[in-house]
Each structure stands twice: as structure tokens, then as C-alpha cells.
């Protein structure tokens, strides 16, 4: 009896051992498995965060280049929308005190990329002075050709009397110049 008992303790035993050797074995398939499953998620969410940031950067760098665009479009003028170019002429001189209309627009017979502009200035001399200025260094590409500037003055009908110097703006400048286009 007592070998019977034993042998059946050695059975059980043998059962258990190989149960748990099998129960150790499939839990270590399933953690293999889970491993490489997080391996592979891994290296696609490293994929993915590569090409986010590479993405960002070319966004990045596409805002770059539509400023660097705006900024050097904004040195020249598109002969089609030279009312634009007119009207911040007209602002600048209101915002400076002066009366200033534009005489000409042409586009530049021998040079197609400019665009010849002529205009009058009339107000106090520090004005027409300070516009000329800002005309001169305005955020396009300008080339003064001509500025005359003088005083106006009113003769009586007299021609023997002095005559009398206009009281306001009596102060007038023509500028001539040339700015670049698209053309």
C-alpha cells in the first residue's frame, strides 16, 4: 500500500510539474507575444512622431517662405493693382498735412519692370520736405529721377508793386521717380 500511495504522489506530482511547466510556458508565449506587439507599436508611434516633426518643420518652413514672399512682394508693385500704390501715396501725404496728387502713372518704355510715377506736393516747406522724405524711403523700391521744389508766389496786378507771398500752403514740389513692378 505504501508503494501504491507513492506511486500515486509521484503521479500527482509528475501532473503538477507539468502542468505548471505548461502554465510557465504559455504565459511566457503571451508576454513574448505582448513584447513584440509593443515593439512594433513602438517603433510606428517613433515612425509617426518622425514624420509629425518633419511635417511641422516643412509647415514651418513654407510660413517662412510665404513671409520671405509677402516681404519681397511688398517692394514691388503689380501693375494691376497700382490704385493701391496711388491710395497709400494719397494717405501719405493727408497723415503729413500736405495735398498731394499724383500727376502721372506710366509703365517705363525701355525698362518693363518699372513704373514711372509723377506727383505734386503742396503744403508748409517742413511737410513737403517730410513727405519727399517718406516718399524717398518707402518700404518699395523707389528711384527719385526729379525733384523740383519752390515757393509759391502771387503777383498783383500791378506790375510795379512787390509781390505778395501766399499765406498756408505755399510751398510745391514735383517728384518724378521710378519704382519696380512685376511686369
Known amino acids: 500500500m505504501n508503494n501504491k500511495k507513492t506511486s500515486l504522489i509521484l503521479g500527482v506530482s509528475i501532473l503538477m510539474v507539468l502542468l505548471v511547466v505548461g502554465v510557465y510556458l ?3 508565449r503571451v508576454i513574448r507575444n505582448k513584447t513584440e506587439h509593443s515593439s512594433s507599436v513602438a517603433n510606428t508611434l517613433a ?11 516643412l509647415v514651418k518652413k513654407f510660413e ?32 503729413n ?15 518693363s519692370n518699372n513704373i514711372l510715377v509723377g506727383v505734386k506736393i503742396l503744403g508748409t516747406f517742413a511737410n513737403v ?4 522724405g517718406l516718399i524717398e524711403n518707402a518700404p518699395y523700391q523707389i528711384h527719385i529721377t526729379s525733384s523740383f521744389i519752390n515757393k509759391n508766389i502771387e503777383a498783383p496786378g500791378d506790375a510795379n508793386s512787390k509781390p505778395v507771398v501766399s499765406s498756408g500752403q ?6 518724378s521717380f521710378s519704382i519696380l513692378s512685376f511686369s
Open 26 to 28: 504559455y504565459f511566457l
Open 47 to 57: 515612425s509617426q512622431k518622425i514624420e509629425k516633426e518633419s511635417v511641422d518643420a
Open 64 to 95: 517662412e517662405i510665404e513671409n520671405t514672399r509677402i516681404k519681397v512682394n511688398s517692394y514691388f508693385v503689380d501693375p494691376s493693382k497700382i490704385e493701391v500704390f496711388v491710395e497709400y501715396l494719397e494717405n501719405l501725404g493727408t497723415t
Open 97 to 111: 498735412g500736405v495735398t498731394l496728387s499724383v500727376e502721372k502713372v506710366e509703365v517705363a518704355k525701355d525698362k
Open 129 to 132: 520736405m517730410k513727405t519727399i
Open 170 to 175: 505755399d510751398w510745391q514740389a514735383d517728384v
